[in-house]
Protein backbone atom coordinates (compact mmCIF):
# COMPACT_ATOMS: atom_id res chain seq x y z
CA UNK A 1 0.00 0.00 0.00
CA UNK A 2 1.63 3.46 -0.91
CA UNK A 3 1.78 6.47 1.93
CA UNK A 4 -1.32 8.20 1.79
CA UNK A 5 0.17 12.08 2.19
CA UNK A 6 -1.36 14.36 4.58
CA UNK A 7 -3.74 16.76 3.35
CA UNK A 8 -3.20 20.47 5.23
CA UNK A 9 -6.76 22.44 5.00
CA UNK A 10 -6.24 25.94 4.92
CA UNK A 11 -8.63 29.17 4.81
CA UNK A 12 -11.45 26.36 3.19
CA UNK A 13 -14.09 27.50 5.58
CA UNK A 14 -13.10 31.29 4.71
CA UNK A 15 -13.72 31.13 1.35
CA UNK A 16 -16.54 29.06 1.55
CA UNK A 17 -17.76 26.18 -1.25
CA UNK A 18 -19.07 28.51 -3.62
CA UNK A 19 -15.31 29.62 -4.33
CA UNK A 20 -14.04 26.18 -4.90
CA UNK A 21 -16.69 25.89 -7.68
CA UNK A 22 -15.23 29.00 -8.80
CA UNK A 23 -14.43 28.41 -12.70
CA UNK A 24 -11.84 30.60 -13.98
CA UNK A 25 -13.51 34.15 -15.94
CA UNK A 26 -11.86 35.68 -19.01
CA UNK A 27 -9.89 38.23 -16.79
CA UNK A 28 -8.34 35.47 -15.27
CA UNK A 29 -7.51 33.42 -18.29
CA UNK A 30 -5.77 36.13 -19.51
CA UNK A 31 -3.46 36.48 -16.58
CA UNK A 32 -0.54 33.77 -16.22
CA UNK A 33 -2.31 30.64 -15.17
CA UNK A 34 -1.96 30.61 -11.15
CA UNK A 35 1.17 32.53 -11.24
CA UNK A 36 -0.33 34.09 -7.92
CA UNK A 37 0.22 30.91 -6.16
CA UNK A 38 3.85 30.43 -7.42
CA UNK A 39 6.89 31.91 -5.43
CA UNK A 40 8.66 35.43 -6.89
CA UNK A 41 11.84 33.13 -6.38
CA UNK A 42 10.85 30.20 -9.11
CA UNK A 43 13.61 29.27 -11.21
CA UNK A 44 10.78 27.46 -13.44
CA UNK A 45 7.38 27.89 -13.95
CA UNK A 46 4.61 26.32 -16.65
CA UNK A 47 1.10 27.48 -16.59
CA UNK A 48 -1.92 26.23 -18.34
CA UNK A 49 -5.40 27.90 -18.05
CA UNK A 50 -7.65 24.90 -18.77
CA UNK A 51 -9.61 24.27 -21.45
CA UNK A 52 -13.02 25.70 -19.57
CA UNK A 53 -11.22 29.21 -20.23
CA UNK A 54 -10.60 28.30 -23.66
CA UNK A 55 -14.60 27.82 -25.32
CA UNK A 56 -15.01 30.94 -27.71
CA UNK A 57 -11.80 30.66 -28.96
CA UNK A 58 -11.99 26.99 -29.69
CA UNK A 59 -15.45 27.16 -31.15
CA UNK A 60 -13.82 29.62 -33.87
CA UNK A 61 -10.54 27.43 -33.88
CA UNK A 62 -9.49 25.19 -36.78
CA UNK A 63 -8.30 22.96 -34.34
CA UNK A 64 -12.53 21.96 -33.72
CA UNK A 65 -13.16 21.40 -36.71
CA UNK A 66 -9.96 18.81 -37.08
CA UNK A 67 -10.90 17.14 -34.02
CA UNK A 68 -14.83 16.99 -35.21
CA UNK A 69 -13.98 14.71 -38.03
CA UNK A 70 -12.00 12.73 -35.25
CA UNK A 71 -14.94 12.07 -33.03
CA UNK A 72 -18.39 10.69 -33.38
CA UNK A 73 -21.25 13.17 -32.78
CA UNK A 74 -22.55 13.90 -29.31
CA UNK A 75 -25.78 15.59 -27.64
CA UNK A 76 -24.89 18.92 -25.94
CA UNK A 77 -22.74 22.17 -26.63
CA UNK A 78 -19.62 21.48 -28.48
CA UNK A 79 -16.87 20.94 -26.56
CA UNK A 80 -13.08 19.49 -26.63
CA UNK A 81 -12.98 15.71 -26.85
CA UNK A 82 -12.14 13.20 -24.39
CA UNK A 83 -8.81 13.18 -24.00
CA UNK A 84 -6.33 10.06 -25.57
CA UNK A 85 -5.24 7.26 -23.10
CA UNK A 86 -2.01 7.61 -22.46
CA UNK A 87 0.81 5.63 -24.72
CA UNK A 88 2.34 2.86 -23.72
CA UNK A 89 6.01 4.91 -23.01
CA UNK A 90 4.64 7.96 -21.33
CA UNK A 91 2.22 5.55 -19.42
CA UNK A 92 5.10 3.06 -18.34
CA UNK A 93 7.07 6.13 -17.58
CA UNK A 94 4.00 8.10 -15.12
CA UNK A 95 2.06 5.13 -13.67
CA UNK A 96 5.36 4.53 -11.26
CA UNK A 97 5.14 8.03 -10.30
CA UNK A 98 1.77 9.06 -10.09
CA UNK A 99 -0.06 5.53 -9.28
CA UNK A 100 -2.57 4.07 -11.02
CA UNK A 101 -4.82 7.34 -11.30
CA UNK A 102 -2.40 8.91 -14.29
CA UNK A 103 -5.24 9.26 -16.76
CA UNK A 104 -7.58 11.13 -14.34
CA UNK A 105 -4.65 13.11 -13.41
CA UNK A 106 -4.16 13.91 -17.38
CA UNK A 107 -8.32 14.77 -17.99
CA UNK A 108 -8.16 17.18 -14.86
CA UNK A 109 -5.12 18.79 -15.76
CA UNK A 110 -6.43 19.48 -19.26
CA UNK A 111 -9.97 21.02 -18.21
CA UNK A 112 -8.66 22.84 -15.25
CA UNK A 113 -5.81 25.63 -14.65
CA UNK A 114 -2.37 23.21 -13.80
CA UNK A 115 1.14 25.08 -13.32
CA UNK A 116 4.23 23.87 -11.72
CA UNK A 117 7.22 25.70 -10.77
CA UNK A 118 10.91 24.87 -9.25
CA UNK A 119 12.64 26.96 -6.68
CA UNK A 120 15.65 26.21 -4.62
CA UNK A 121 17.41 26.33 -1.63
CA UNK A 122 20.53 29.05 -2.04
CA UNK A 123 22.25 28.43 0.47
CA UNK A 124 22.45 24.45 -0.03
CA UNK A 125 25.17 23.08 -1.85
CA UNK A 126 23.94 21.53 -4.64
CA UNK A 127 21.04 23.27 -4.16
CA UNK A 128 18.02 21.33 -2.76
CA UNK A 129 15.47 22.27 -5.39
CA UNK A 130 11.73 21.87 -4.43
CA UNK A 131 9.55 21.00 -7.64
CA UNK A 132 5.40 21.76 -6.40
CA UNK A 133 2.44 21.06 -9.03
CA UNK A 134 -0.80 23.26 -8.37
CA UNK A 135 -4.28 22.61 -10.14
CA UNK A 136 -7.51 24.80 -9.62
CA UNK A 137 -9.66 21.90 -10.93
CA UNK A 138 -12.65 22.98 -13.02
CA UNK A 139 -15.31 21.37 -11.55
CA UNK A 140 -16.78 20.02 -8.11
CA UNK A 141 -16.34 16.26 -9.94
CA UNK A 142 -12.85 16.92 -11.45
CA UNK A 143 -11.79 18.24 -7.56
CA UNK A 144 -13.01 15.19 -5.71
CA UNK A 145 -11.26 13.02 -8.42
CA UNK A 146 -8.19 15.24 -8.13
CA UNK A 147 -7.82 14.30 -4.30
CA UNK A 148 -8.28 10.93 -4.69
CA UNK A 149 -5.65 10.58 -7.52
CA UNK A 150 -3.37 12.36 -5.63
CA UNK A 151 -3.87 10.98 -2.43
CA UNK A 152 -2.63 7.58 -4.33
CA UNK A 153 0.73 9.04 -5.14
CA UNK A 154 3.32 6.65 -4.00
CA UNK A 155 5.78 8.21 -1.60
CA UNK A 156 9.25 8.01 -2.36
CA UNK A 157 12.53 9.65 -0.11
CA UNK A 158 12.26 10.15 3.15
CA UNK A 159 9.77 12.35 2.84
CA UNK A 160 6.29 11.73 1.34
CA UNK A 161 4.72 14.24 -1.02
CA UNK A 162 2.15 16.48 0.59
CA UNK A 163 -1.50 17.62 -0.51
CA UNK A 164 -2.48 20.64 0.50
CA UNK A 165 -5.41 22.66 -0.15
CA UNK A 166 -6.23 25.76 -0.18
CA UNK A 167 -9.55 27.00 -1.07
CA UNK A 168 -10.33 26.34 -5.22
CA UNK A 169 -6.32 25.24 -5.48
CA UNK A 170 -5.25 22.07 -4.73
CA UNK A 171 -1.00 21.46 -4.67
CA UNK A 172 1.21 18.79 -4.46
CA UNK A 173 4.39 19.12 -2.74
CA UNK A 174 7.37 17.02 -3.97
CA UNK A 175 10.31 18.47 -1.38
CA UNK A 176 10.82 18.00 2.45
CA UNK A 177 10.10 21.39 3.14
CA UNK A 178 7.51 22.07 5.82
CA UNK A 179 6.64 25.25 4.74
CA UNK A 180 2.77 25.49 2.85
CA UNK A 181 3.80 26.45 -0.89
CA UNK A 182 0.40 27.91 -1.26
CA UNK A 183 1.28 31.47 0.48
CA UNK A 184 4.35 32.76 -0.67
CA UNK A 185 4.95 36.04 0.69
CA UNK A 186 5.55 37.24 -3.35
CA UNK A 187 4.46 35.86 -5.90
CA UNK A 188 5.59 35.47 -9.88
CA UNK A 189 2.78 37.24 -10.96
CA UNK A 190 3.96 40.41 -9.31
CA UNK A 191 7.71 40.27 -9.77
CA UNK A 192 9.01 42.65 -12.24
CA UNK A 193 10.99 40.51 -13.88
CA UNK A 194 8.39 38.20 -14.75
CA UNK A 195 6.39 40.97 -15.95
CA UNK A 196 9.36 42.24 -17.48
CA UNK A 197 9.93 39.32 -19.28
CA UNK A 198 6.28 38.65 -20.65
CA UNK A 199 6.41 41.95 -22.22
CA UNK A 200 7.98 41.40 -25.49
CA UNK A 201 5.47 38.86 -26.01
CA UNK A 202 2.50 40.93 -25.83
CA UNK A 203 -0.67 38.93 -25.09
CA UNK A 204 -0.35 35.99 -23.86
CA UNK A 205 -1.91 32.77 -24.38
CA UNK A 206 -3.68 30.12 -22.50
CA UNK A 207 0.49 27.69 -22.37
CA UNK A 208 3.22 30.20 -20.54
CA UNK A 209 6.75 28.70 -19.64
CA UNK A 210 9.21 30.56 -17.68
CA UNK A 211 12.75 30.02 -17.23
CA UNK A 212 15.14 32.27 -15.01
CA UNK A 213 18.24 31.08 -17.32
CA UNK A 214 20.42 33.57 -14.83
CA UNK A 215 20.01 31.57 -11.77
CA UNK A 216 19.71 27.97 -13.76
CA UNK A 217 23.25 28.66 -14.51
CA UNK A 218 24.13 29.62 -11.42
CA UNK A 219 22.99 26.46 -9.74
CA UNK A 220 25.00 24.42 -12.57
CA UNK A 221 28.13 26.28 -11.85
CA UNK A 222 27.19 25.77 -7.47
CA UNK A 223 27.16 21.93 -8.49
CA UNK A 224 30.24 22.09 -10.70
CA UNK A 225 32.26 24.17 -7.43
CA UNK A 226 31.53 20.60 -5.59
CA UNK A 227 32.57 18.29 -7.88
CA UNK A 228 36.40 17.02 -8.23
CA UNK A 229 38.41 18.55 -11.08
CA UNK A 230 38.90 21.10 -13.31
CA UNK A 231 35.27 22.07 -13.95
CA UNK A 232 34.81 25.13 -16.20
CA UNK A 233 32.61 28.00 -15.58
CA UNK A 234 28.95 27.07 -17.75
CA UNK A 235 28.06 30.48 -17.03
CA UNK A 236 31.48 32.08 -18.45
CA UNK A 237 31.30 29.97 -21.12
CA UNK A 238 28.05 30.52 -22.87
CA UNK A 239 27.63 34.64 -21.11
CA UNK A 240 30.28 36.27 -18.75
CA UNK A 241 27.37 38.98 -18.66
CA UNK A 242 23.96 38.36 -16.82
CA UNK A 243 21.69 36.52 -18.64
CA UNK A 244 17.69 37.39 -18.60
CA UNK A 245 14.84 34.97 -18.66
CA UNK A 246 13.61 32.36 -21.59
CA UNK A 247 9.84 33.01 -21.58
CA UNK A 248 7.24 31.14 -24.56
CA UNK A 249 3.81 31.33 -24.48
CA UNK A 250 1.00 29.21 -27.21
CA UNK A 251 -2.61 30.08 -27.68
CA UNK A 252 -5.15 30.89 -30.55
CA UNK A 253 -4.52 33.35 -32.87
CA UNK A 254 -8.06 33.53 -35.05
CA UNK A 255 -8.51 30.20 -36.40
CA UNK A 256 -4.58 29.74 -36.37
CA UNK A 257 -2.32 28.49 -33.39
CA UNK A 258 0.54 30.39 -32.33
CA UNK A 259 3.57 29.66 -30.54
CA UNK A 260 6.06 32.80 -29.36
CA UNK A 261 9.33 33.07 -27.48
CA UNK A 262 11.70 35.57 -26.32
CA UNK A 263 15.39 34.98 -24.45
CA UNK A 264 16.68 38.38 -22.74
CA UNK A 265 20.01 38.64 -23.73
CA UNK A 266 20.95 42.38 -24.29
CA UNK A 267 23.74 43.56 -26.37
CA UNK A 268 26.80 43.36 -25.80
CA UNK A 269 26.59 39.65 -26.23
CA UNK A 270 29.69 37.64 -24.97
CA UNK A 271 30.76 34.65 -24.97
CA UNK A 272 29.01 31.35 -26.80
CA UNK A 273 25.62 33.81 -26.16
CA UNK A 274 27.68 35.97 -28.58
CA UNK A 275 26.18 33.02 -31.33
CA UNK A 276 23.09 35.23 -31.55
CA UNK A 277 25.17 37.68 -33.77
CA UNK A 278 25.26 35.57 -36.50
CA UNK A 279 24.03 37.02 -40.22
CA UNK A 280 21.22 37.56 -41.19
CA UNK A 281 19.42 35.21 -43.72
CA UNK A 282 19.32 36.55 -47.08
CA UNK A 283 17.05 36.80 -50.04
CA UNK A 284 19.78 34.81 -51.92
CA UNK A 285 20.17 32.82 -48.95
CA UNK A 286 16.01 32.05 -48.67
CA UNK A 287 15.63 31.73 -52.46
CA UNK A 288 17.86 28.44 -53.08
CA UNK A 289 15.33 25.63 -52.14
CA UNK A 290 13.39 24.83 -55.29
CA UNK A 291 10.16 26.04 -56.18
CA UNK A 292 8.38 22.46 -55.35
CA UNK A 293 9.88 21.39 -52.28
CA UNK A 294 7.49 20.73 -50.02
CA UNK A 295 8.77 22.06 -47.16
CA UNK A 296 12.43 23.63 -46.50
CA UNK A 297 14.40 24.52 -43.35
CA UNK A 298 16.99 27.78 -43.20
CA UNK A 299 19.50 28.61 -40.63
CA UNK A 300 22.33 30.90 -39.88
CA UNK A 301 24.87 29.30 -37.98
CA UNK A 302 28.38 30.85 -38.40
CA UNK A 303 31.46 28.59 -38.62
CA UNK A 304 33.87 31.35 -38.74
CA UNK A 305 32.30 32.83 -35.53
CA UNK A 306 31.53 29.60 -33.32
CA UNK A 307 35.57 29.55 -33.28
CA UNK A 308 36.19 33.11 -32.78
CA UNK A 309 33.45 32.71 -29.40
CA UNK A 310 34.30 29.94 -28.09
CA UNK A 311 38.22 30.71 -27.95
CA UNK A 312 36.57 33.94 -26.12
CA UNK A 313 34.59 31.85 -23.47
CA UNK A 314 37.27 29.56 -22.93
CA UNK A 315 39.73 32.68 -22.63
CA UNK A 316 37.27 33.70 -20.17
CA UNK A 317 36.95 30.01 -18.38
CA UNK A 318 40.46 30.63 -17.77
CA UNK A 319 44.13 29.46 -18.90
CA UNK A 320 43.53 25.58 -18.51
CA UNK A 321 40.49 25.81 -20.47
CA UNK A 322 42.21 27.77 -23.05
CA UNK A 323 45.07 25.58 -23.49
CA UNK A 324 43.20 21.86 -23.84
CA UNK A 325 40.82 24.33 -26.30
CA UNK A 326 43.67 25.16 -28.41
CA UNK A 327 45.89 21.86 -28.23
CA UNK A 328 42.82 19.41 -29.25
CA UNK A 329 42.46 21.97 -32.11
CA UNK A 330 46.19 21.35 -33.42
CA UNK A 331 46.29 18.01 -32.41
CA UNK A 332 42.91 17.66 -34.72
CA UNK A 333 44.87 19.59 -37.62
CA UNK A 334 48.00 17.53 -37.11
CA UNK A 335 45.69 14.35 -37.23
CA UNK A 336 44.18 15.28 -40.35
CA UNK A 337 47.44 17.15 -42.10
CA UNK A 338 45.33 20.40 -42.76
CA UNK A 339 44.64 23.60 -41.11
CA UNK A 340 40.97 22.89 -39.62
CA UNK A 341 40.52 25.94 -38.79
CA UNK A 342 41.67 27.89 -41.42
CA UNK A 343 40.92 25.69 -44.43
CA UNK A 344 37.52 24.13 -43.18
CA UNK A 345 36.20 26.18 -40.46
CA UNK A 346 36.51 29.58 -41.80
CA UNK A 347 35.84 28.57 -45.19
CA UNK A 348 32.17 27.72 -44.70
CA UNK A 349 29.59 30.51 -45.12
CA UNK A 350 26.63 31.08 -41.95
CA UNK A 351 23.76 30.14 -44.29
CA UNK A 352 22.59 26.41 -44.08
CA UNK A 353 19.38 25.12 -46.11
CA UNK A 354 18.06 22.06 -45.90
CA UNK A 355 15.15 20.26 -48.14
CA UNK A 356 14.16 17.22 -50.63
CA UNK A 357 14.29 18.47 -53.83
CA UNK A 358 11.89 16.73 -55.65
CA UNK A 359 13.81 16.74 -59.12
CA UNK A 360 16.31 14.42 -57.58
CA UNK A 361 14.23 11.55 -56.79
CA UNK A 362 11.05 12.61 -55.44
CA UNK A 363 10.15 15.00 -52.56
CA UNK A 364 10.85 11.45 -50.32
CA UNK A 365 13.96 11.13 -47.76
CA UNK A 366 16.17 10.11 -50.53
CA UNK A 367 16.25 13.74 -51.78
CA UNK A 368 17.41 15.43 -48.74
CA UNK A 369 19.56 17.88 -49.94
CA UNK A 370 21.81 20.41 -47.47
CA UNK A 371 23.10 23.45 -49.21
CA UNK A 372 25.71 25.98 -47.54
CA UNK A 373 26.78 28.71 -49.69
CA UNK A 374 30.77 28.85 -49.10
CA UNK A 375 33.20 31.45 -48.02
CA UNK A 376 36.27 29.85 -49.38
CA UNK A 377 35.57 27.01 -51.88
CA UNK A 378 38.74 26.04 -52.30
CA UNK A 379 39.93 25.63 -48.89
CA UNK A 380 36.73 23.75 -47.69
CA UNK A 381 37.49 21.52 -50.33
CA UNK A 382 40.93 20.91 -49.02
CA UNK A 383 39.49 20.06 -45.61
CA UNK A 384 36.99 18.02 -46.66
CA UNK A 385 38.93 15.65 -48.90
CA UNK A 386 41.42 15.65 -45.61
CA UNK A 387 38.03 14.20 -43.67
CA UNK A 388 37.25 11.63 -46.29
CA UNK A 389 41.23 10.11 -46.39
CA UNK A 390 41.26 9.99 -42.79
CA UNK A 391 37.45 7.91 -43.00
CA UNK A 392 39.34 5.42 -45.68
CA UNK A 393 42.42 5.10 -42.99
CA UNK A 394 40.20 4.51 -39.77
CA UNK A 395 38.04 1.80 -42.74
CA UNK A 396 41.19 -0.05 -43.38
CA UNK A 397 42.34 -0.08 -39.86
CA UNK A 398 39.20 -1.70 -38.71
CA UNK A 399 38.19 -5.02 -39.10
CA UNK A 400 34.62 -5.28 -40.80
CA UNK A 401 33.22 -7.06 -38.02
CA UNK A 402 34.11 -4.63 -35.46
CA UNK A 403 31.52 -2.74 -33.19
CA UNK A 404 33.20 0.55 -33.43
CA UNK A 405 31.51 3.44 -35.20
CA UNK A 406 33.26 4.23 -38.64
CA UNK A 407 32.60 5.96 -42.29
CA UNK A 408 34.98 4.71 -45.48
CA UNK A 409 35.17 7.76 -47.77
CA UNK A 410 34.74 5.91 -51.29
CA UNK A 411 35.24 8.82 -54.71
CA UNK A 412 32.00 8.49 -56.84
CA UNK A 413 32.56 8.50 -60.88
CA UNK A 414 31.00 12.15 -61.84
CA UNK A 415 27.19 13.11 -61.33
CA UNK A 416 25.10 13.64 -64.48
CA UNK A 417 26.13 17.24 -63.54
CA UNK A 418 29.41 17.05 -63.84
CA UNK A 419 30.17 17.45 -60.25
CA UNK A 420 32.69 14.95 -58.45
CA UNK A 421 31.40 13.45 -55.55
CA UNK A 422 32.48 11.89 -52.14
CA UNK A 423 30.28 8.99 -50.83
CA UNK A 424 30.57 8.00 -46.87
CA UNK A 425 29.70 4.49 -46.68
CA UNK A 426 28.55 2.91 -43.31
CA UNK A 427 31.11 0.14 -41.99
CA UNK A 428 29.11 -0.52 -39.16
CA UNK A 429 25.77 -2.08 -39.78
CA UNK A 430 24.32 -0.25 -37.36
CA UNK A 431 24.81 2.83 -39.23
CA UNK A 432 23.04 1.37 -42.32
CA UNK A 433 19.83 3.21 -41.66
CA UNK A 434 21.74 6.40 -41.94
CA UNK A 435 21.89 5.92 -45.98
CA UNK A 436 25.98 6.52 -47.31
CA UNK A 437 25.65 10.46 -47.89
CA UNK A 438 27.96 12.36 -49.76
CA UNK A 439 29.17 15.72 -50.79
CA UNK A 440 30.32 17.87 -53.49
CA UNK A 441 31.50 21.85 -53.91
CA UNK A 442 29.62 22.74 -56.97
CA UNK A 443 31.07 26.46 -57.89
CA UNK A 444 31.10 28.27 -54.65
CA UNK A 445 28.31 25.66 -52.43
CA UNK A 446 28.93 22.85 -49.88
CA UNK A 447 26.41 20.18 -50.98
CA UNK A 448 25.22 17.36 -48.33
CA UNK A 449 23.03 15.12 -49.48
CA UNK A 450 21.91 11.24 -48.99
CA UNK A 451 22.81 10.20 -53.09
CA UNK A 452 24.42 11.31 -56.29
CA UNK A 453 20.90 12.61 -57.73
CA UNK A 454 20.36 15.14 -55.34
CA UNK A 455 23.96 16.23 -55.36
CA UNK A 456 23.76 16.68 -59.26
CA UNK A 457 20.07 18.43 -58.76
CA UNK A 458 20.96 20.81 -56.56
CA UNK A 459 24.34 21.62 -59.01
CA UNK A 460 21.63 22.16 -61.79
CA UNK A 461 19.48 24.66 -59.41
CA UNK A 462 21.01 27.39 -60.82
CA UNK A 463 20.01 27.16 -64.03
CA UNK A 464 16.08 25.47 -62.63
CA UNK A 465 13.85 28.50 -62.52
CA UNK A 466 11.71 29.81 -59.53
CA UNK A 467 11.99 29.40 -55.35
CA UNK A 468 10.26 28.25 -52.78
CA UNK A 469 9.77 31.93 -51.64
CA UNK A 470 7.44 32.78 -55.01
CA UNK A 471 4.55 30.61 -52.63
CA UNK A 472 1.74 33.37 -52.12
CA UNK A 473 1.70 32.55 -48.21
CA UNK A 474 5.99 32.69 -48.02
CA UNK A 475 5.51 36.39 -50.14
CA UNK A 476 3.13 37.43 -47.37
CA UNK A 477 5.08 35.94 -44.41
CA UNK A 478 8.17 37.69 -45.93
CA UNK A 479 6.69 41.25 -45.68
CA UNK A 480 5.58 40.00 -42.20
CA UNK A 481 8.73 39.60 -41.14
CA UNK A 482 10.17 42.98 -42.76
CA UNK A 483 13.48 44.54 -41.92
CA UNK A 484 14.06 42.28 -38.53
CA UNK A 485 17.27 40.31 -38.83
CA UNK A 486 15.92 36.91 -39.81
CA UNK A 487 18.15 34.11 -37.93
CA UNK A 488 16.03 30.90 -39.25
CA UNK A 489 13.15 30.05 -41.32
CA UNK A 490 10.78 26.70 -41.38
CA UNK A 491 8.68 26.32 -43.41
CA UNK A 492 6.23 23.13 -44.38
CA UNK A 493 3.21 22.55 -47.26
CA UNK A 494 1.57 20.81 -44.86
CA UNK A 495 -1.29 19.63 -47.50
CA UNK A 496 1.63 18.17 -49.36
CA UNK A 497 3.53 16.47 -46.80
CA UNK A 498 0.41 15.09 -45.37
CA UNK A 499 0.34 12.08 -47.67
CA UNK A 500 3.18 10.55 -46.78
CA UNK A 501 2.75 11.48 -42.35
CA UNK A 502 -0.58 10.68 -41.95
CA UNK A 503 -0.97 6.58 -42.43
CA UNK A 504 2.22 6.64 -40.08
CA UNK A 505 0.61 8.67 -37.41
CA UNK A 506 -2.56 6.63 -37.85
CA UNK A 507 -0.62 3.33 -37.18
CA UNK A 508 0.98 5.04 -33.94
CA UNK A 509 -2.17 6.89 -32.26
CA UNK A 510 -4.86 4.96 -33.66
CA UNK A 511 -4.99 2.05 -30.16
CA UNK A 512 -4.34 4.97 -27.72
CA UNK A 513 -7.42 6.83 -28.78
CA UNK A 514 -10.65 7.02 -26.86
CA UNK A 515 -13.14 3.85 -28.46
CA UNK A 516 -15.39 6.07 -30.16
CA UNK A 517 -12.58 8.29 -31.83
CA UNK A 518 -11.53 6.90 -34.92
CA UNK A 519 -8.71 8.12 -37.98
CA UNK A 520 -11.08 9.85 -40.56
CA UNK A 521 -9.71 10.08 -44.44
CA UNK A 522 -7.16 11.99 -45.20
CA UNK A 523 -9.69 13.78 -47.68
CA UNK A 524 -11.63 15.34 -45.41
CA UNK A 525 -8.37 16.39 -43.05
CA UNK A 526 -6.78 18.26 -46.59
CA UNK A 527 -9.02 21.52 -46.57
CA UNK A 528 -8.41 22.32 -43.14
CA UNK A 529 -4.75 22.12 -43.80
CA UNK A 530 -2.06 25.34 -44.78
CA UNK A 531 1.18 25.73 -44.63
CA UNK A 532 3.19 26.13 -41.20
CA UNK A 533 5.88 28.21 -40.60
CA UNK A 534 8.09 29.44 -37.52
CA UNK A 535 10.97 32.10 -37.73
CA UNK A 536 13.84 33.55 -35.42
CA UNK A 537 15.03 36.77 -35.57
CA UNK A 538 17.66 39.03 -33.11
CA UNK A 539 17.43 42.23 -31.76
CA UNK A 540 18.90 44.40 -29.31
CA UNK A 541 17.01 42.78 -26.63
CA UNK A 542 17.82 39.22 -27.33
CA UNK A 543 16.23 36.29 -29.33
CA UNK A 544 12.54 35.90 -30.83
CA UNK A 545 10.68 33.13 -32.18
CA UNK A 546 7.33 33.06 -33.84
CA UNK A 547 5.33 30.05 -35.53
CA UNK A 548 1.87 29.33 -36.61
CA UNK A 549 0.33 25.85 -37.44
CA UNK A 550 -3.22 25.58 -38.44
CA UNK A 551 -3.43 23.75 -35.03
CA UNK A 552 -1.74 22.51 -32.28
CA UNK A 553 0.64 19.52 -33.44
CA UNK A 554 0.09 20.32 -36.97
CA UNK A 555 3.70 19.79 -37.51
CA UNK A 556 2.94 16.27 -37.04
CA UNK A 557 2.06 16.35 -40.62
CA UNK A 558 5.34 17.96 -41.51
CA UNK A 559 8.87 16.39 -42.70
CA UNK A 560 8.48 15.00 -38.24
CA UNK A 561 6.07 12.70 -39.01
CA UNK A 562 7.69 11.54 -42.34
CA UNK A 563 10.48 10.88 -39.91
CA UNK A 564 8.11 8.51 -37.78
CA UNK A 565 9.16 4.81 -38.22
CA UNK A 566 7.04 2.47 -40.60
Request: hydrophobic letters at 45%.
Amino acid sequence: MPTVPPIVPRRIAALGLAALLTVPSAADAAAPALADRVPADAVAYFGWAGTATLTDDYRASTLREVLEQFTQPSPGPPGLPPAPTLPPPLGDLLRPLVGPHADDLIDVSRRGAFAAYLTADPDAAPPALRPVLLWRPDSADDRKALIAALKAVPARGPAPPRLVVDGPVVALDLSPDPDPPLDPPAALADAPAFRAALAPLGETGPLIAYLDTGRLLAWVDADAETAPGDAPSWSALLSPDPLGPLVATAGFDGRAWRTRAHLAAPTPRRGLLGLLDTPALTADDLARPPRDTPWFAAVSLDPTLLIDRVREATQEAGPAVNDRFEAGLADASARLGVNLEEDLVRGLGPAWLLYPDPDALGPGPDSLTLVNPLRQPDGVRRGLHALSLAAQRNARSTPPDTTRHGLAAEREALSPAGVETTRLNPIDPRLASLGAPCWAVPDDRLVIARHPAAVAAAADRPDRPGSVMLHDDLIELRERIGTRRLTALFWADLPATAGRAYPRLHRRLQPHLPPDTTFPPLGRLRPLLEPAHAFTWVDDTGWHLEAHTPFPAAALLGPLGQALPE
